[in-house]
């Protein structure tokens, strides 16, 4: 049961942890050893903080990523944008500015969407329908090609 009790900490409410087994099976398991503590070493320099290794030190920005820069909010300006700039603060004005295209694109399709149930009621409104539609059109081709075969027969009967 104190194994139970030390693992949980619903164990706590099951009953109260006493004796050798409690001090000796702590959350970190059957281990007795203590952990050790290791004490950052200062850097030699304080002013100067050493950099990360994987960090690209600055990115010269584009036409494109300032034009992004300025869309997403980050600068005011072309001229406040600094020569040198973070990829990370590119990568996040991109993904700004790929969430509000988004927001766009979204409005457009609810948009068209509104505009093609209108323009439908408005069809039912004039009895137009797509089968009627369809139904024109091949009366309509079939009486071009009757026309055409009819002036065909009368130019083979002029030819002999």
Do not use: H
């Not at 409690?22 to 050790?36: D, H, N, P, V």
């Amino acid at each position: 049961m104190n194994f139970i009790r030390s693992r949980l900490p619903i164990g706590n409410l099951i009953g109260r942890r006493d004796g050798p087994v409690a001090e000796t099976w702590s959350r970190r398991g059957m281990c007795s050893k203590l952990q050790e503590v290791k004490a950052k070493p200062l850097p030699a320099d304080p002013a100067q903080e050493p950099r990360p290794a994987f960090r690209v030190p600055g990115y010269r920005p584009s036409n494109l990523d300032k034009k992004m820069l300025l869309w997403s909010g980050r600068f005011k300006t072309t001229d406040q944008i600094p020569e040198l700039v973070s990829f990370e603060m590119i990568d996040a004005a991109r993904n700004k500015v790929r969430v509000k295209a988004c927001y766009v694109m979204i409005a457009g399709t609810l948009a068209a969407c509104l505009v093609m149930v209108i323009l439908g009621k408005r069809a039912v409104g004039r009895n137009e329908s797509l089968t009627s539609q369809n139904m024109e059109k091949k009366a309509k081709w079939k009486e071009e090609l009757q026309r055409e075969k009819e002036a065909v027969a009368v130019l083979s009967e002029k030819a002999p």
